[in-house]
């Protein structure tokens, strides 16, 4: 974790859509590289906002009164406890930052989606 | 704050170098963006990492004992209380991430180079 992450580099091996991988810690959070297409699940986090900077596609972040649509190049900061559904309608690389531990779908949604942290390191 | 940030429109609002601009908050961390060109200053942060995402450009993180070449679409995060002097030898685009209320020129460095915390919203 003392290097530099060359983000091509991570996302190349990122496997599947919607498991993010580790790339970094800073402080007590988890900086995530993630893969995304197609819908993933409504769900919140009561104790921590949710970080997604778009880096190539264009991400819906919908909330329940409205959507946001993320560009590459463009970031959103979903706030604690609001609930959100991501869909992405063509591939889309995201960088992610919540705090170690946080699940991906959330304080009460268990899914298939539900992801266990990996670590780029690991692979 | 509840909106996207675009970091091209943000970028554009920049004015000088190493004067970085509050786009977003993560919990009780700042989300930056900052222009630098030149050598900053040397510092250290005891009680925080300290997050870089080279966005264009290519930025050396001078540590005491080696330079990390931190190029466009990589990331950098050095540790607490790890001494470091970014210096960038051409203009270069970052996204920072700190804890509010962190200084920038570090725990014990006032330098003319110390910014104060400013806000996108707030221009």
Known sequence: MNEKVNLA????KVDAPFRPLIVARLNDHKVMVAKVRGEFVWHKHDDTDDFFLVLSGRLTIQLRDRD???EAGELFVVPRGVEHCPRADEDVELLLIEPLGTVNTGDAVESELTAAERDLDDL
Do not use: L, N, S
């Open 68 to 70: 946001v649509i993320v």
């Open 9 to 12: 580099d991570a996302f190349a």
